[in-house]
C-alpha cells in the first residue's frame, strides 16, 4: 500500500459525502407525495443534516489531532453506511415516518461530519510541492462532484426504471460505497496529524484577522453551493413543471458535471491560475446564475442558470480550504475542522432559508408575497422568491474574498523564506519580527496570495 492507494480512498470517502449529502434531497418529491411534507419540513431535513454535521465538526476538532486518521475515518463510513439503510427502514418502522427520516439523517450526518473534518487534512499532509497543494485539493473536491452526479444520475434512473414505490432500494444500494471504503481506510497508509507543540492554536487562529474573513468566506461559499444544489430538483418539477427524470438531469446532475469540471480544471492547471481572483470572479457569475434562476421565464434558460451555477461555485469551498492553509501551514486537522464547522453551518442555513422564504411567499401578504407575485411564475411554489433571497449568499462570496485579496497583498511575506515544517513558535517569531498582529504573531504565516 502507498500514499497512491491513500489518495484514491479519500476521493472515495469524497464520494460517500456526495452521497449522504444529495440523496435525501432527490427524494424530496417521493416524501412530499407519500408522507405530504411541506417545503419547510423537508428543507428542515437539510437543516438537518448539515446541522449534524456542524456539531460533529465542532466535537472532532477536539480529538481528530489526538487520536490520529484511522479510527474516525473507519467509523465515518459506519455511520455512513447504517444512515442510508435506515433511510430505507426507519420510516416504516418509526413512530412517524418524519421522525425515521430525521433519525436516519443524523445518523449518516455523524459519518458525513467527520468525513468533512478528516479527508481534506489527510489529503492537505500527503507529500507534494507546496505550490501545487490549492490544485490537489481542488482536485480532492473534484470527487464530491462526480459522487454527486453518480447518485443524481443513478438514483433517477433507477428510480424510473423501478418505479417510486420501490425508492427504499436506492440508499441500501449506494450504502455499499461506504462499506467497501471503509475496508480501504483499515489498511492504507496515513499521514501522522501536526504535534499538539507544534500546531497553531484555535485562539491563535481566531486571533487572526486573516482567519475571520475565511471562516465568514466558508459560511458563504457552503449557502451558495448547497442552496442550489438542493432545491435545484424540486424546483425543476414544481416550479418549471419538468419531469422528474429530466429535471434532475438537467439540474442537480448537471450542476454537478460542471462543478466537478470546474474543480478539475483548477485542479490541473491551477498552479497558472491567481486564487483570489478566480474565486471573486466564480462568486460573480453564482450571482448572475442565482438572477437568472429567479428572474427568467423560460424553464430552459432558469435550468441552465441552475447547471452553470455548479461552475460558478466549483472553486468556492475548496478554495477557501487552500487560501486558509496556506495562511496557517500549521493549523491542522483542527482548522480545516473549523472551516468544515462555517461551510456546514452555511451548507444548513441556506437551504432552510430558501425554503422558509418560498413559504412564506405563498402566504397571504407580506413583502415576500408582493416580490413572488413580482417574479415568473414557479407553480406557486415560491421557490424563485426563496432563491432571489439566496442570491445575497454569492454576492458576500465577492465581497469577502476581495477583501481578503486586499489584507494579502498589504501583508508582510514571512513564510515565502521559511519551511511550512517549521514550529509554531518559529512562525511567531517572524510574525512578530514583521509587525503583525497578535493571531500573526501566534502562528499565522503570511504567504502570497493567488498564487
Same mark, same amino acid.
Given at each position: 500500500m502507498t500514499y497512491d492507494h491513500t489518495r484514491r480512498a479519500c476521493y472515495t470517502g469524497y464520494v460517500t459525502q456526495a452521497i449522504v449529502n444529495n440523496l435525501a434531497p432527490l427524494l424530496f418529491i417521493v416524501f412530499q407525495t407519500r408522507y405530504q411534507l411541506p417545503l419547510e419540513m423537508l428543507g428542515r431535513l437539510v437543516l438537518?443534516?448539515?446541522?449534524?454535521?456542524?456539531? =460533529?465538526?465542532?466535537?472532532?476538532?477536539?480529538?481528530?489531532?489526538?487520536? !490520529?486518521?484511522? &479510527?474516525?475515518? &473507519?467509523?465515518?463510513?459506519?455511520l455512513s453506511a447504517l444512515g442510508l439503510v435506515l433511510l430505507a427502514v426507519a420510516p416504516a418502522v418509526s413512530p412517524s415516518p418524519y421522525l425515521g427520516l430525521c433519525v436516519a439523517i443524523v445518523v449518516y450526518a455523524i459519518g458525513g461530519g467527520l468525513?468533512? &473534518?478528516?479527508?481534506?487534512?489527510?489529503?492537505?499532509?500527503?507529500?507534494?510541492?507546496?505550490?501545487?497543494?490549492?490544485?490537489?485539493?481542488?482536485?480532492?473536491?473534484?470527487?464530491?462532484?462526480?459522487?454527486?452526479?453518480?447518485?443524481?444520475? !443513478?438514483s433517477t434512473l433507477l428510480l424510473a426504471w423501478i418505479g417510486q414505490d420501490a425508492w427504499q432500494v436506492l440508499p441500501v444500494a449506494w450504502?455499499?460505497?461506504?462499506?467497501?471504503?471503509?475496508?480501504?481506510?483499515?489498511?492504507?497508509?496515513?499521514?501522522p496529524t501536526v504535534p499538539d507543540e507544534h500546531r497553531t492554536s484555535?485562539?491563535?487562529?481566531?486571533?487572526? /484577522?486573516?482567519?475571520?474573513?475565511?471562516?465568514?468566506?466558508?459560511?458563504?461559499?457552503?449557502?451558495?453551493?448547497?442552496?442550489?444544489?438542493?432545491w435545484s430538483s424540486l424546483f425543476a418539477e414544481d416550479g418549471l413543471g419538468v419531469s422528474k427524470v429530466w429535471g434532475d438531469l438537467a439540474g442537480p446532475c448537471l450542476f454537478a458535471v460542471l462543478m466537478g469540471i470546474g474543480r478539475i480544471v483548477y485542479g490541473l492547471w491551477g498552479e497558472r491560475i491567481p486564487l483570489v481572483p478566480a474565486m471573486?470572479?466564480?462568486?460573480?457569475?453564482?450571482?448572475?446564475?442565482?438572477? *437568472?434562476?429567479?428572474?427568467?421565464?423560460?424553464?430552459?434558460?432558469?435550468?441552465? !442558470?441552475?447547471?452553470?451555477?455548479?461552475?460558478?461555485?466549483?472553486?468556492?469551498? /475548496?478554495?477557501?480550504?487552500?487560501l486558509a492553509a496556506a495562511r496557517f501551514p500549521l493549523g491542522g486537522a483542527a482548522m480545516f475542522g473549523v472551516l468544515a464547522v462555517f461551510g456546514d453551518a452555511g451548507g444548513a442555513a441556506g437551504p432552510w432559508i430558501a425554503g422558509a422564504a418560498a413559504d412564506a411567499s405563498s402566504a397571504a401578504g407580506g413583502f415576500l408575497t408582493t416580490l413572488s407575485d413580482a417574479l415568473p411564475g414557479d407553480g406557486g411554489?415560491?421557490?424563485?422568491?426563496?432563491?432571489?433571497?439566496?442570491?445575497?449568499? /454569492?454576492?458576500? *462570496?465577492?465581497?469577502?474574498?476581495?477583501?481578503?485579496?486586499?489584507?494579502?497583498?498589504?501583508?508582510?511575506?514571512?513564510?515565502s523564506t521559511g519551511s511550512t515544517g517549521s514550529t509554531a513558535g518559529t512562525a511567531g517569531t517572524a510574525g512578530t519580527a514583521a509587525g503583525? =498582529? /497578535? !493571531?500573526?504573531?501566534?502562528?499565522e504565516v503570511e504567504r502570497p496570495i493567488g498564487g
Open positions: 438537518l443534516n448539515f446541522a449534524t454535521q456542524l456539531v =460533529t465538526d465542532i466535537v472532532a476538532v477536539k480529538f481528530v489531532d489526538r487520536t !490520529g486518521y484511522r &479510527v474516525p475515518l &473507519v467509523l465515518a463510513h459506519v468525513l468533512e &473534518v478528516l479527508v481534506s487534512p489527510v489529503v492537505d499532509a500527503l507529500p507534494s510541492p507546496q505550490e501545487g497543494k490549492a490544485a490537489a485539493m481542488s482536485l480532492l473536491h473534484s470527487f464530491y462532484c462526480w459522487g454527486q452526479v453518480a447518485v443524481v444520475a !443513478g450504502a455499499l460505497v461506504p462499506l467497501v471504503n471503509m475496508v480501504a481506510f483499515l489498511r492504507v497508509p496515513l499521514p484555535l485562539r491563535a487562529l481566531f486571533g487572526a /484577522p486573516a482567519f475571520a474573513a475565511a471562516v465568514v468566506l466558508m459560511l458563504c461559499a457552503g449557502a451558495a453551493e448547497l442552496t442550489m444544489s438542493q471573486a470572479a466564480c462568486g460573480a457569475l453564482a450571482t448572475v446564475c442565482y438572477l *437568472v434562476v429567479c428572474l427568467s421565464s423560460n424553464p430552459v434558460v432558469s435550468l441552465v !442558470g441552475c447547471a452553470v451555477c455548479g461552475l460558478a461555485v466549483s472553486l468556492l469551498w /475548496p478554495g477557501t480550504f487552500s411554489s415560491g421557490l424563485r422568491a426563496g432563491l432571489l433571497v439566496a442570491t445575497a449568499f /454569492p454576492l458576500a *462570496v465577492v465581497a469577502l474574498t476581495f477583501a481578503y485579496g486586499v489584507r494579502g497583498r498589504g501583508s508582510v511575506s514571512t513564510g503583525g =498582529t /497578535p !493571531g500573526e504573531a501566534a502562528g
